[in-house]
């Protein structure tokens, strides 16, 4: 693990910016039609103040962007902003910044996770990236030579403007295939963020699945989502190209989840990390989770920290594991260097609901959504909370500690005020009791943050303080 703690050089590094071969050219995210495309989208809606938040790979194209805008809308009432420095992730719609701005409207340019927003109107303009479509095509020739075979075609958002020029020639070859469209504002998506036009075809195993895209967290959410056998992977970010069959479910650094979700099961105590503020469904996602810890006696702090790293967390060491409720493609949780386990919120579940103790990675999603009424692995807290109780007085084995635990199982009690706090009764002696919550847990602590002490300092003239970080001051007077 890392250091708790970061040095001056770390934080240097740290913020150094992109370098030049990171950086996207104008061509692969702007041109006319997509400049057309905006100022339609912004005359539809109306809209007066419009944030424009791109990727630090694209930043240094927003003076031509907003110039261009500009000039073409040919309206003096019309604010475009730029956003940067994103409060959580560039793939997601930051409305946090948006509000600073008071911003009626955003155009995300960029890789997009697609995450359901809900309050403010948003347009996508994706990277235009290409691919060989003669190698896609005979590649996926020897692999499947049944022209028959009811193909599905997904691909990463950047190559949408590719694969549909690639549309027409794959549907020559396999009459039976279906190529997904990513789902408008006011569609009901069938898959993920996904819309498919399908007939009569058979159950998603048994059909065949092809993603163009890299292999990263937008093709592991697609596959598991499909829940397919028969999953081909052609890597665009590869020089060799190649068509691949993959298992998603199988992989390496799935099968490594199991350890973070048998900390989850010892955990007495559970940090949850919000990681956004704007994808559809989080307040109920963190609703869900505290009703199920609390229905196997476990604390849960609520923790708001920005953009989440190891130094951060490891400021919480009173807590056992952590639980990250984030976009689909935060990947944050599968890293090593957290103090303590970092948990999506499926893991999370399969920690805490006891219906998932004989199906451990039967099935698996990073789409919080899935787990929320009508999601395709909901289940019923009340329902939990009941099997809980039935199963209170049989034993479980840890496989960290090797020693026997026993889940304290509380019981749901009836509220109307939503604000309402997890409460024990405690007893104090002399027959004293005391309701204590998961707060009390630090008031023993020396230090506690901060402390005001207004109007007991006498008045005092402004001082030049300290400059740099804690392990280096300048102008320091101690020395």
Wanted: hydrophobic share 40%; proline share 4%; with cysteine.
């Amino acid at each position: 693990m890392s250091s708790a703690f970061s040095s001056g050089d770390s934080i240097v590094q740290n913020q150094v910016p992109a370098t030049a071969a990171d950086r996207l050219g104008l061509a692969d995210i702007w041109n006319a039609e997509q400049r057309d495309r905006c100022l339609r989208w912004i005359q539809k809606h109306s809209l007066k103040r419009v944030a424009l938040q791109l990727p630090d790979s694209a930043l240094h194209h927003s003076v031509q962007i907003v110039s261009e805008l500009r000039d073409v809308a040919g309206d003096s009432e019309l604010a475009l902003f730029v956003l940067a420095d994103t409060s959580y992730g560039s793939c997601c719609v930051d409305e946090i910044a948006a509000a600073h701005a008071n911003a009626d409207g955003i155009v995300h340019f960029g890789h997009a996770c697609l995450s359901k927003v809900a309050r403010i109107p948003v347009l996508y303009v994706f990277l235009q990236l290409t691919f060989d479509e003669e190698h896609l095509l005979a590649a996926l020739s020897q692999e499947l030579p049944d022209c028959t075979v009811a193909l599905r075609c997904f691909y990463e958002v950047a190559y949408a403007n590719a694969v549909a020029r690639l549309k027409g020639a794959l549907l020559a070859r396999y009459s039976s295939a279906t190529v997904a469209t990513i789902a408008e504002p006011d569609q009901q998506a069938d898959v993920l963020c996904w819309k498919l036009d399908e007939g009569a075809h058979p159950p998603n195993g048994e059909r065949p699945v092809l993603y163009i895209g890299r292999d990263n967290l937008s093709f592991f959410n697609t596959a598991v989502a499909l829940e397919t056998s028969q999953c081909y992977l052609y890597d665009t970010s590869r020089p060799d190209r190649q068509l691949v069959r993959t298992d998603a479910v199988g992989a390496k650094w799935l099968r490594r989840r199991y350890y973070a979700i048998e900390r989850c099961m010892d955990a007495r105590s559970i940090g949850i990390v919000v990681a956004t503020l704007s994808t559809k469904g989080y307040l109920e996602i963190v609703s869900r989770v505290q009703r199920l810890a609390k229905a196997r006696g476990v604390r849960t702090y609520l923790i708001s920290i920005g953009k989440v790293n190891p130094e951060k967390l490891a400021n919480f060491i009173d807590i056992d594991c952590f639980v990250l409720v984030g976009c689909p493609e935060n990947d944050v949780f599968t890293s090593r260097e957290f103090f303590r386990p970092l948990l999506s919120v499926f893991e999370a579940e399969m920690g805490l609901n006891v219906t998932w103790r004989e199906k451990l990675l039967a099935s698996y999603t990073i789409n919080f959504a899935d787990l929320l009424p009508d999601g395709r692995l909901h289940s019923d807290v009340e329902e939990v909370a009941a099997l809980a109780r039935e199963t209170n007085d049989t034993a479980d084995v840890s496989l960290v500690t090797g020693r026997a635990r026993h889940v304290a199982v509380r019981e749901e009690e009836e509220t109307t005020d939503a604000n309402d706090t997890c409460r024990d009764v405690a007893p104090k002696g002399r027959n004293e009791l005391a309701q204590i919550s998961s707060a009390d847990q630090f008031n023993n602590r020396s230090w506690q943050g901060l402390e005001q002490k207004l109007g007991q300092d006498a008045p005092a003239l402004v001082q030049e303080g300290r400059s740099g970080i804690p392990i280096r001051y300048q102008n320091d007077p101690t020395d």
